[in-house]
């Protein structure tokens, strides 16, 4: 009678597990077959077990009954299997199946099945299958491919799982405790190289360029490696109104024709001076060609990018650092209107990508990278301007994507090393780590906010038809037979800017030594045009100079700073953009400072002339020094560059660093202010945002605000019209099936679905991820062939006798991948994407996959939202 009802039972549940597919019609009729000798020489004992106990050894007894052969179940072999000779065992086997709680269509979880040989294999039914790629991981899986977005979710997970294994090793040995602390201290050790680093090279920018800018106009005997200032420094024959000359130091006529004075002298050093500008910026856009294309521009805009998740490789590259330190010397040397502190931003950041790489944890996170890459941004403008709390500050505001408050911290330190590397250097030459130091002897009043106010305002003007005029000469440039001839567009607007910059002595000096001089509050000691003043009158000693009449040289100055100031706005305009490095800090500073100090001589004339006037009668006294006109310079130039880059805070920061004025914040908060209002009323994009757009890069800009009623269902692919969504099955595809669908579409990802008749949503796989684990497969485990079946399960169900061995890849696929409802307004959707730095986000509809938007569809929406083209977003 116990015979009887184990054989009822074992054949119940094994039409059991037909039912849930845990085997197949054909195993189990080979049971049957097979069950006369299921109980040969067996004893018919009866033992009840409690239910706990039966579901105790559920798992053993599925693996016991699964791994039986049919020659298994009889004679001997089945005595080797059970336990003991009582029928405990067989109640156990057939208790394990009398659970019918499970009524989803949703697999049982994986279980071991049974181990192979072959290492990185197991048995399943004799049949080997390839083990989970979590098990065993597959190098390049988790890598993205060039212009794709990373997982910024996926990165700091994996982070945080790296954290966690180190911490908890760390408890068990002195050694996992040291490379623990090791591990923490290693970015701090990661920001003082990038700081030693980068200060090194601007050291070396500097002094190479002054040097460079100096040749174009004559070269010391004593040293051709000397510049001008350098050259003099040690001569005892120079004169207190002729300070720069000196026997050592020749012009080109007097060392080709003999003379100095006369036209030919003049013909020659102008054909000189244009000469060596040629050279320089032939050499510099032919060394961005031939070697490092990424080498040109800016590298702002490309840099906030990258630091939004967005790969570009090789812009931070080794070669890219090499040409662009080099060529960036050559381009400022050559006269042209650009500046070297975006190129220096650029370089930082090089030199935090190429460290990185000395470290493991940097090297293999694309999302720890970037907090690197955030503080180098803040080491470049640090030793571009000698100001490492307002770089920091700008990578901040500006720059930066994701900045926690460690990258804060690391960002200081880093900028602070850099500052002093600089420092040591001294490539100005004044001992000074500021690179316009300014001393005004006279208080601002409070009613010169309204002149402060007006140059805020002309800053802002300025900005808003710099960024429009610059967009629409590049985008002719990238549209018209203009691009396809970089070398002659830079030769071009090299000669222009050499022959029309040499006649006017304000325009042929470098742009910082421009904005220095204009910066300077004049002094009885100094002779500058601009400060060439009617001192008849003059009964004060030292520098303390009241307010006095304009003498004829000053009207002079005016007037070529004038015609500087409409060549500047021209020139800046073709200027940036061009195929060599170019920075806009400087030509941007230098067009405010010029329209600066035109409006403070013209307040300081006004005061001396009518002093009685209600604006002046309580404050500026017949021979007190009222109007500084350094100072309208100073403003001039923060409102400048603030219409241009809409900086705030880390502009009135860098401005006060730069000068040294740190009583001077309100004029410069006012007129900050003010340019980005006026600026923003004209258009509300920056010079690196509209670059951004301009160039179609997937940048979702956080200022933005997204206002429109649209819902996910909106926006979301496929749409009506379009073909069906492309997915994968969890347990239906061959690699065949699988890889037909790589080819056939350009999708960077497939979402993973339990069937397509329900559309459960199961996971989300990445193609390049695909791609790399199929060929991986293919050439480590015998067998995979295209009819393999493609399991991304928890478990591989039994497969046929002579069936190839499946593919699981289970450990590729996102289990928890970001889903919405079709009924999300787009304004929530936007934020996810902007503040998870998400890739895609899946769709859902009670459950059931609908679609799918992505970063770039984001983009495109909001383009056509603002009646711009949507096709402009080129990448992925």
Same mark, same amino acid.
């Given at each position: 009678?116990?015979?009887?009802?184990?054989?009822?039972?074992?054949?119940?549940?094994?039409?059991?597990?037909?039912?849930?597919?845990?085997?197949?019609?054909?195993?189990?009729?080979?049971?049957?077959?097979?069950?006369?000798?299921?109980?040969?020489?067996?004893?018919?004992?009866?033992?009840?077990?409690?239910?706990?106990?039966?579901?105790?050894?559920?798992?053993?007894?599925?693996?016991?009954?699964?791994?039986?052969?049919?020659?298994?179940?009889?004679?001997?072999?089945?005595?080797?299997?059970?336990?003991?000779?009582?029928?405990?065992?067989?109640?156990?086997?057939?208790?394990?199946?009398?659970?019918?709680?499970?009524?989803?269509?949703?697999?049982?979880?994986?279980?071991?099945?049974?181990?192979?040989?072959?290492?990185?294999?197991?048995?399943?039914?004799?049949?080997?299958?390839?083990?989970?790629?979590?098990?065993?991981?597959?190098?390049?899986?988790?890598?993205?491919?060039?212009?794709?977005?990373?997982?910024?979710?996926?990165?700091?997970?994996?982070?945080?799982?790296?954290?966690?294994?180190?911490?908890?090793?760390?408890?068990?040995?002195?050694?996992?405790?040291?490379?623990?602390?090791?591990?923490?201290?290693?970015?701090?050790?990661?920001? !003082?190289? @990038?700081?030693?680093?980068?200060?090194? *090279? %601007?050291?070396?920018?500097?002094? &190479?360029?002054?040097?460079?800018?100096? =040749?174009?106009?004559?070269?010391?005997?004593?040293?051709?490696?000397?510049?001008?200032?350098?050259?003099?420094?040690?001569?005892?024959?120079?004169?207190?109104?002729?300070?720069?000359?000196?026997?050592?130091?020749?012009?080109?006529?007097?060392?080709?024709?003999?003379?100095?004075?006369?036209?030919?002298?003049?013909?020659?050093?102008?054909?000189?001076?244009?000469?060596?500008?040629?050279?320089?910026?032939?050499?510099?856009?032919?060394?961005?060609?031939?070697?490092?294309?990424?080498?040109?521009?800016?590298?702002?805009?490309?840099?906030?990018?990258?630091?939004?998740?967005?790969?570009?490789?090789?812009?931070?590259?080794?070669?890219? !650092?090499? @040409?662009?330190?080099?060529?960036?010397? *050559? %381009?400022?040397?050559?006269?042209? &209107?650009?500046?070297?502190?975006?190129? =220096?931003?650029?370089?930082?950041?090089?030199?935090?990508?190429?460290?990185?790489?000395?470290?493991?944890?940097?090297?293999?996170?694309?999302?720890?990278?970037?907090?690197?890459?955030?503080?180098?941004?803040?080491?470049?403008?640090?030793?571009?301007?000698?100001?490492?709390?307002?770089?920091?500050?700008?990578?901040?505001?500006?720059?930066?994507?994701?900045?926690?408050?460690?990258?804060?911290?690391?960002?200081?330190?880093?900028?602070?090393?850099?500052?002093?590397?600089?420092?040591?250097?001294?490539?100005?030459?004044?001992?000074?780590?500021?690179?316009?130091?300014?001393?005004?002897?006279?208080?601002?009043?409070?009613?010169?906010?309204?002149?402060?106010?007006?140059?805020?305002?002309?800053?802002?003007?300025?900005?808003?038809?710099?960024?429009?005029?610059?967009?629409?000469?590049?985008?002719?440039?990238?549209?018209?037979?203009?691009?396809?001839?970089?070398?002659?567009?830079?030769?071009?607007?090299?000669?222009?800017?050499?022959?029309?910059?040499?006649?006017?002595?304000?325009?042929?000096?470098?742009?910082?030594?421009?904005?220095?001089?204009?910066?300077?509050?004049?002094?009885?000691?100094?002779?500058?045009?601009?400060?060439?003043?009617?001192?008849?009158?003059?009964?004060?000693?030292?520098?303390?100079?009241?307010?006095?009449?304009?003498?004829?040289?000053?009207?002079?100055?005016?007037?070529?700073?004038?015609?500087?100031?409409?060549?500047?706005?021209?020139?800046?305009?073709?200027?940036?953009?061009?195929?060599?490095?170019?920075?806009?800090?400087?030509?941007?500073?230098?067009?405010?400072?010029?329209?600066?100090?035109?409006?403070?001589?013209?307040?300081?004339?006004?005061?001396?002339?009518?002093?009685?006037?209600?604006?002046?009668?309580?404050?500026?006294?017949?021979?007190?020094?009222?109007?500084?006109?350094?100072?309208?310079?100073?403003?001039?130039?923060?409102?400048?560059?603030?219409?241009?880059?809409?900086?705030?805070?880390?502009?009135?920061?860098?401005?006060?660093?730069?000068?040294?004025?740190?009583?001077?914040?309100?004029?410069?908060?006012?007129?900050?202010?003010?340019?980005?209002?006026?600026?923003?009323?004209?258009?509300?994009?920056?010079?690196?945002?509209?670059?951004?757009?301009?160039?179609?890069?997937?940048?979702?800009?956080?200022?933005?605000?997204?206002?429109?009623?649209?819902?996910?269902?909106?926006?979301?692919?496929?749409?009506?019209?379009?073909?069906?969504?492309?997915?994968?099955?969890?347990?239906?595809?061959?690699?065949?099936?699988?890889?037909?669908?790589?080819?056939?579409?350009?999708?960077?990802?497939?979402?993973?679905?339990?069937?397509?008749?329900?559309?459960?949503?199961?996971?989300?796989?990445?193609?390049?991820?695909?791609?790399?684990?199929?060929?991986?497969?293919?050439?480590?485990?015998?067998?995979?062939?295209?009819?393999?079946?493609?399991?991304?399960?928890?478990?591989?169900?039994?497969?046929?006798?002579?069936?190839?061995?499946?593919?699981?890849?289970?450990?590729?696929?996102?289990?928890?991948?970001?889903?919405?409802?079709?009924?999300?307004?787009?304004?929530?959707?936007?934020?996810?994407?902007?503040?998870?730095?998400?890739?895609?986000?899946?769709?859902?509809?009670?459950?059931?996959?609908?679609?799918?938007?992505?970063?770039?569809?984001?983009?495109?929406?909001?383009?056509?939202?603002?009646?711009?083209?949507?096709?402009?977003?080129?990448?992925?």
């Amino acid at each position: 009678m116990g015979r009887v009802r184990y054989k009822v039972v074992v054949l119940f549940n094994l039409f059991i597990f037909v039912k849930k597919k845990m085997i197949t019609w054909d195993q189990l009729s080979m049971y049957v077959a097979t069950g006369s000798c299921w109980h040969s020489n067996q004893t018919t004992t009866t033992t009840t077990t409690t239910l706990a106990e039966q579901q105790s050894s559920q798992s053993k007894s599925i693996r016991q009954i699964l791994s039986m052969d049919n020659t298994g179940y009889c004679n001997d072999s089945f005595n080797s299997i059970r336990s003991s000779t009582s029928d405990e065992d067989m109640v156990e086997i057939a208790g394990s199946t009398l659970d019918f709680s499970n009524t989803e269509d949703v697999p049982p979880l994986d279980r071991d099945y049974g181990s192979g040989d072959n290492p990185g294999m197991e048995e399943v039914n004799g049949v080997p299958k390839l083990m989970d790629l979590l098990d065993e991981p597959v190098p390049g899986v988790g890598t993205y491919e060039d212009f794709n977005t990373i997982d910024w979710v996926r990165e700091k997970s994996k982070d945080r799982d790296r954290h966690r294994e180190i911490t908890s090793k760390s408890k068990e040995s002195t050694w996992a405790l040291v490379n623990s602390v090791c591990d923490a201290f290693s970015g701090w050790l990661l920001m !003082l190289l @990038i700081g030693l680093m980068s200060g090194a *090279l %601007a050291g070396g920018i500097d002094i &190479s360029a002054h040097w460079m800018t100096d =040749l174009k106009e004559g070269v010391c005997l004593n040293g051709f490696w000397f510049n001008h200032e350098h050259c003099c420094w040690t001569s005892n024959e120079t004169t207190f109104q002729e300070r720069d000359k000196c026997p050592q130091w020749k012009s080109w006529a007097e060392l080709i024709i003999g003379t100095t004075e006369g036209p030919f002298a003049y013909i020659m050093n102008y054909l000189m001076y244009v000469c060596w500008a040629l050279l320089f910026s032939f050499l510099a856009v032919t060394l961005v060609r031939a070697f490092a294309p990424y080498a040109c521009g800016s590298g702002i805009p490309e840099i906030k990018t990258i630091l939004s998740g967005f790969i570009i490789r090789g812009y931070l590259g080794k070669w890219t !650092l090499v @040409i662009k330190t080099i060529t960036l010397v *050559l %381009a400022v040397s050559s006269g042209l &209107s650009l500046g070297k502190e975006g190129p =220096l931003v650029h370089v930082a950041c090089c030199c935090g990508n190429i460290l990185c790489h000395l470290f493991t944890k940097y090297r293999k996170n694309e999302a720890k990278r970037r907090e690197v890459l955030s503080a180098a941004a803040a080491v470049g403008v640090s030793v571009a301007f000698g100001a490492p709390i307002g770089g920091v500050l700008f990578s901040l505001e500006e720059v930066s994507y994701y900045f926690p408050l460690k990258t804060l911290w690391r960002s200081f330190f880093a900028a602070l090393v850099a500052a002093f590397t600089l420092r040591s250097i001294n490539p100005f030459g004044n001992s000074r780590l500021v690179l316009f130091y300014v001393e005004f002897h006279t208080p601002w009043h409070l009613l010169e906010l309204v002149p402060f106010i007006l140059l805020g305002i002309f800053g802002g003007i300025w900005g808003a038809f710099f960024i429009r005029a610059n967009i629409a000469w590049c985008r002719r440039r990238k549209t018209t037979w203009l691009g396809h001839y970089p070398v002659l567009e830079v030769l071009v607007v090299t000669a222009v800017t050499a022959v029309v910059a040499f006649p006017n002595s304000y325009t042929r000096t470098s742009t910082s030594e421009l904005i220095s001089e204009l910066f300077n509050d004049c002094g009885l000691l100094d002779s500058s045009k601009l400060c060439n003043y009617d001192n008849a009158n003059v009964t004060k000693s030292s520098n303390e100079l009241p307010d006095r009449p304009a003498g004829n040289d000053v009207y002079t100055a005016m007037w070529q700073l004038s015609l500087a100031l409409v060549f500047k706005m021209l020139i800046t305009v073709v200027t940036f953009g061009m195929k060599v490095p170019s920075g806009l800090f400087i030509p941007s500073m230098a067009v405010g400072a010029i329209a600066g100090r035109l409006l403070g001589i013209g307040m300081e004339q006004l005061a001396y002339y009518h002093h009685d006037w209600a604006i002046f009668r309580g404050w500026c006294s017949p021979g007190a020094d009222c109007i500084t006109p350094g100072l309208y310079a100073m403003v001039g130039a923060a409102a400048c560059l603030g219409g241009v880059t809409r900086m705030t805070v880390s502009l009135v920061v860098i401005m006060f660093e730069l000068t040294g004025g740190l009583e001077y914040i309100v004029p410069l908060m006012a007129a900050a202010m003010t340019s980005k209002w006026v600026a923003d009323a004209i258009g509300r994009e920056g010079i690196y945002e509209a670059h951004i757009r301009l160039n179609g890069y997937p940048f979702l800009e956080a200022k933005e605000e997204f206002s429109h009623k649209t819902l996910a269902m909106d926006v979301m692919r496929p749409r009506r019209s379009d073909p069906p969504l492309s997915v994968l099955t969890q347990d239906g595809m061959t690699v065949e099936d699988v890889e037909t669908m790589i080819t056939d579409t350009t999708y960077s990802g497939f979402p993973v679905v339990v069937s397509h008749e329900s559309q459960r949503l199961v996971g989300f796989v990445l193609r390049r991820d695909l791609t790399i684990s199929i060929d991986n497969a293919r050439q480590r485990q015998d067998g995979i062939v295209s009819t393999s079946r493609v399991f991304f399960t928890e478990y591989t169900p039994p497969q046929p006798p002579n069936s190839p061995p499946p593919l699981k890849l289970r450990g590729i696929m996102d289990l928890s991948p970001f889903t919405v409802t079709d009924h999300t307004a787009m304004d929530i959707v936007v934020d996810i994407f902007r503040k998870l730095g998400l890739r895609q986000c899946l769709i859902t509809h009670n459950g059931r996959l609908l679609g799918i938007i992505t970063k770039k569809d984001i983009l495109k929406h909001v383009a056509q939202i603002a009646n711009r083209d949507p096709d402009s977003i080129l990448f992925n």
